[in-house]
Nanobody, 120 residues
C-alpha cells in the first residue's frame, strides 16, 4: 500500500507565495508520474501540474508562469512552488502519484488534501 502525505498549505495574501510538498511512502518500486490537482468549492477537481520521472512537466494554462512543479526521486517527493497567488487559486490541493509497487502492481494514490486560501 502506498500513502501520500502533503504539507505546506495555508492562508496567504494575494501576490504571495506558498510551497507545497508531498511525500510518498509504503511498498513502492517506482513512481512514474507525480501530480498536483486542486478542487475549489462547487467545482470539479482539475489538474494543476504533473511531472514525469525523467523531469518533463505539464502545467495548466491558468497557472503557467506562476507555479513550478519539481520532484526528488530519491525522496519520492514532489513539490509545487506557487508564486503570485490569486484569490482564484483558493482550493484544496491534492497530490497524486502513479507507479509500480514492490509486487510490480500498478498503483494510483492520492493524498488527503491541503487547503490553500488566498485572501486579504
Amino acid at each position: 500500500q502506498v500513502q501520500l502525505v502533503e504539507s505546506g498549505g495555508g492562508l496567504v495574501q494575494p501576490g504571495g507565495s506558498l510551497r507545497l510538498s508531498c511525500t510518498a511512502s509504503g511498498s513502492i518500486f517506482s513512481i512514474n508520474v507525480m501530480a498536483w490537482y486542486r478542487q475549489a468549492p462547487g467545482k470539479q477537481r482539475e489538474l494543476v501540474a504533473r511531472i514525469m520521472r525523467g523531469g518533463s512537466t505539464n502545467i495548466a494554462a491558468s497557472v503557467k508562469g506562476r507555479f513550478t512543479i519539481s520532484r526528488d526521486n530519491a525522496k519520492n517527493t514532489v513539490y509545487l512552488q506557487m508564486n503570485s497567488l490569486k484569490p482564484e487559486d483558493t482550493a484544496v490541493y491534492y497530490c497524486n502519484a502513479n507507479g509500480l509497487d514492490s509486487g510490480s502492481h500498478a498503483f494510483s494514490a492520492w493524498g488527503q488534501g491541503t487547503q490553500v486560501t488566498v485572501s486579504s
